[in-house]
């Protein structure tokens, strides 16, 4: 079975929100979470758009089966590792965030005691 458009596409579109994090990883930008944003909304309009055999009747068969969408144990497949990368990528922003170096004032300068 041969992947069909929707998975390419979904492919190009997560490459090139992966590849926004990874240019503007530095940057206070907001262009990281307007790309996520319109992948997630692209993504879950291309997992809610009916593929060409899901609910056909074949003429030859009886009445009583149905061809069911034997590519929706892919799909879930796709949407869990999409949700993973996600938070996998919002928990490395926090944790390069929260551990950031803070430059303080210079305490490397010795003082004399005044008792002395």
């Known amino acids: ?3 069909g458009p929707g998975v390419i596409i979904l492919l190009i ?3 090139c929100t992966g590849l926004t994090w990874v240019i503007f990883l530095r940057s206070q930008t907001k262009l990281r979470v307007i790309t996520t944003g319109i992948a997630v909304v692209l993504t879950v309009l ?3 758009i009916p593929t060409e055999s899901r609910g056909i009747r074949q003429a030859n068969q009886h009445e009583d089966f149905v061809i069911f969408d034997f590519i929706f144990i892919w ?4 949407i869990v590792i999409l949700t993973v990368s996600i938070f996998l990528g ?6 390069m965030s929260w551990t950031q170096n803070i430059h303080g ?3 490397t300068a010795r003082v004399k005691p005044q008792n002395w």
């Open 90 to 95: 919002i928990g490395v922003i926090v944790t």
């Open 1 to 3: 079975m041969d992947p």
């Open 75 to 78: 799909r879930v497949f796709l």
């Open 105 to 107: 004032s210079d305490h």
């Open 46 to 48: 291309l997992i809610l």
């Open 13 to 15: 579109i997560w490459f």
